[in-house]
């Protein structure tokens, strides 16, 4: 029988206990970064989190995700160099076994990590409508991060790319500074590469940061990129695909501009305003996309396209095959996080909202036109609509990839740190 005194004291420890997150999810933090506003913000946040996932769970709708369950995706630099390293080495695995896509669709997937491409390019108008870019690329980062697990026996999760941290010298930073626990280096210089036009907006290029060649240092130096280039590609003069919708074999290497012009368009400035300016879902969707492009910004991309053309071009600029760069990964796990933040400011409002309003016209951010959806998605019904990634993994109604603490039956249950 508890004494008055447990009686009183015990549920004051338990609130106590369990208001701190901290005592649950390991925090490491590279002491060579100050935490920027964002990182302010999203520690701040985390009680709004915990406070979430106990309503759920005192719900019965937590799918079994709790503090104790979740998954931490980190910042790259907040990783040791070993860690950083077993993820390479995951990614080049995926690279060496065979593919799983329809082969006579996809002759130039070569490998399990091309099947993403391949899917990626096939989809392409789906993945980036109006009320899939979120939801969608969250199931497919998730999807990714599996087969790193599952195929390649990756014992971490996939990591992001804080865009601050490197915006202004991304050449020498962990993400591209061309070491064994890099994603690579540069690009070599390339004097017609001259960047990549941003129609509409002023400046309207990002010029070239120096690079554009093929990439020659680092894990992925010998990297065989084959898919594309599509139409889409704002680059011209890259070797020609075989096939016309450019899923024929293609092999060449991996071309990049690690480019400060671009992330600076991404800095933990234009974060904050995003997520603490916009209440509602449709100006958030436009100001990551930057439609209409920010006034007195000279670097005003919007932070989905920045984050494209940190490490344009050859595939990274396609938007059809710009899963083909490795990178991609980092900088969609960062618009998911984002996108998270900006939910769990107030996550009874704002968990399932779906744009369906674009000033734009669409996913403009990729490049020199509007080739992605013009509003496609915006009067579909959200809670009929589906993620099917086919050869990648299983389908999931749209709605349950709006919330990664629990969505599709638990199989969300992950925290950014
Ligand atoms: C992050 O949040 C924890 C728990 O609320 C708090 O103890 C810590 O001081 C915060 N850290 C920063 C740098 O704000
Ligand atoms: C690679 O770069 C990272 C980040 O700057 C550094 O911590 C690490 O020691 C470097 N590794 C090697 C082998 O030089
Ligand atoms: C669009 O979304 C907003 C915010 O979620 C909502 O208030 C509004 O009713 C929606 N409009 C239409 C036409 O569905
Ligand atoms: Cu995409």
Known sequence: MKT????????CLLVGVGADWTTKIKVVRNPAYKLDIVDILANETMAKVEAYLERKAAAGKNN?????????RREWSD???????EYVAAVTC??????????????????????????????????????HLFPAHKQFVWAYEQALRNECGYTGYQ???NYDRYAEDPIHSPMFNGNSSSMGGNGAPDPNYKGIPQGGRTPNIIKSGGGGGCVTEGPFKDMVVSLGPTSMSPIRGLPKNPKSDGTGSNPRCLRRDVNRNAALGATAKHAYSLITSNSDINGFYNQILGTPPPKNDPYPWGI??????????DPGADPATSPGDPVFYFHHGSVDRLWWIWQMQDPEARLNQVPNFSTGGGHT???RRSVMGKRQGGTMDPNKAVIDLEWLAPSIPLMEAHDQLGGANGQFCYVYI
């Open 79 to 85: 990783m040791s160099n070993a860690e950083r390293e």
């Open 159 to 161: 990591p992001y790319m």
């Open 4 to 11: 008055v005194l447990q009686a009183v004291l015990l549920p």
């Open 94 to 131: 995926l690279m060496k076994r065979p593919s799983q896509a329809p082969k006579s669709k996809f002759p130039g997937a070569l490998n399990r990590f091309d099947d993403f491409v391949a899917y990626h390019m096939s989809h392409a108008a789906e993945l980036h409508d109006t009320i």
């Open 304 to 313: 989905h396209t920045a984050g494209h053309y940190i490490h344009a071009h």
């Open 64 to 72: 079994g995700c709790t503090l104790d369950t979740v998954t931490v």
């Open 365 to 367: 951010g990729h490049g």
